[in-house]
């Protein structure tokens, strides 16, 4: 089993920064891709980055290309997703999932609770 823990989230003004943490227990994360989804009021989970196991591939949603960036620390066991320029409509709770590196969350097979970001006009 794969404990995940996210942290970071707050509240910041359009235009500000935030870094999230994922932090893992239970198992180490090096063997697994890590994903960050993202879950707007009244809109469905939607991909926003992902990253191999070995932090050699990433891939990210379009819309957020540039703004994000997704990275991985295995000695420390925990992935990070840095979020620049952020926008009102990033607004979301922010999920990290261990599983197969993939954009769909049906190849994640472990997810945190979550990290409310809210980002004022």
């Known amino acids: 089993q794969v404990q995940l823990v996210e942290s970071g989230g707050g509240l910041v003004q359009a235009g500000g920064s935030l870094r999230l943490s994922c932090a893992a227990s239970g198992r180490t994360l090096s063997t697994y891709g890590m994903g960050w989804f993202r879950q707007g009021p009244g809109k469905e989970r939607e991909f926003v980055a992902a990253i191999r196991s070995d932090g050699r591939r990433t891939n990210y949603a379009d819309s957020l290309k540039g703004r994000f960036t997704i990275s991985r620390d295995n000695a420390k066991n925990t992935v990070y997703l840095q979020m620049n320029s952020l926008k009102p409509e990033d607004t979301a709770v922010y999920y990290c999932?261990?599983?197969?590196?993939?954009?769909?969350?049906?190849?994640?097979?472990?997810w945190g609770q979550g990290t409310q970001v809210t980002v004022s006009s």
């Open positions: 999932a261990a599983g197969v590196y993939s954009i769909y969350p049906r190849a994640y097979d472990y």
